[in-house]
């Protein structure tokens, strides 16, 4: 919910909200943070259309579910310079 709640402020400071696209879902103006709740989105449902990201797991304390989504997300901002053919 905090990660929704400081999507205004992306947007604010010119950066893309917490979203995803395919879900028409996005939090840039989300003024109570009960319908805040109400609107997230339901579990392993990756929100990494925006500048900011979020991924809830069903699996515990461990980060080691979201790693996939996360690697997905940084994409955007590292790419990789491949591997080169000798």
């Known amino acids: 919910m905090a990660t929704a709640g400081a999507s205004p402020v992306w947007k604010l400071l ?3 909200p917490l979203s995803n696209d395919a879900l028409k879902l996005r939090f840039d103006d989300v003024p109570d943070p009960m ?4 609107k997230m989105p ?6 990494i259309d ?3 990201a979020f ?26 310079p491949g591997f080169k053919k000798s």
């Open 14 to 16: 010119g950066k893309k």
């Open 35 to 38: 319908a805040l709740k109400a």
């Open 42 to 47: 339901p579990p392993l449902t990756p929100l």
């Open 50 to 52: 925006g500048d900011i």
């Open 55 to 80: 991924r809830q797991h069903d699996q515990g304390h461990t980060d080691a579910p979201n790693w996939s989504t996360f690697i997905e997300f940084a994409g955007q901002y590292f790419k990789s």
